[in-house]
């Protein structure tokens, strides 16, 4: 059984849904070590998430932006924590509904995901930096 783990920075993104699959794919190599396993993604940020989901139609990122942000409005009285602005609470709200991990299978060297289906970066700041992942595979 091999184990790998690595850090890997993501580009800066604007705020909205964005595919990160091949980015990640090509800072992990050690992907094409593994004939039966799994990769298990982290993202070090309360600010964005990650989610699998559809890879091929734009729109349904662009709904997904659009649904969240009217699902979990900025802005609101009650919130307290605004420190960095607006965007501040609601985007640590979103990444507590979303969440910050996903696990896929490695099958024969490669991720084992449907053909429609991509790793997402949630990015819910209007203002964000690079994000840091945490990448972990376990396999043979």
Same mark, same amino acid.
């Given at each position: 059984?091999?184990?790998? !783990? ?5 580009? !800066? ?8 699959? /091949?980015?990640?794919? /090509? !800072? ?53 924590? /605004?420190?960095?602005?607006? /965007? ?13 991990? *996903? ?33 972990? *595979?376990?396999?043979?």
């Amino acid at each position: 059984m091999a184990w790998y !783990q690595k850090e890997i920075s993501l580009k !800066q993104r604007k705020r909205g849904f964005h595919l990160i699959t /091949d980015e990640i794919v /090509d !800072q992990v190599p050690e992907i094409g070590k593994i004939h039966t396993g799994i990769m298990h993604v982290f993202i070090k940020h309360t600010s964005a998430s990650l989610t699998l989901n559809e890879n091929a139609d734009p729109t349904v990122r662009k709904d997904m932006e659009t649904h969240f942000n009217r699902m979990i409005p900025e802005n609101m009285p009650y919130y307290e924590h /605004d420190t960095e602005g607006p /965007d501040d609470m609601p985007a640590h709200l979103k990444s507590v509904v979303i969440g910050n991990s *996903i696990t896929l299978p490695i099958t024969n060297g490669a991720l084992n995901i449907g053909i429609w289906q991509g790793i997402y970066l949630c990015e819910h700041r209007n203002y964000s930096r690079s994000r840091k992942l945490v990448i972990t *595979i376990m396999g043979e």
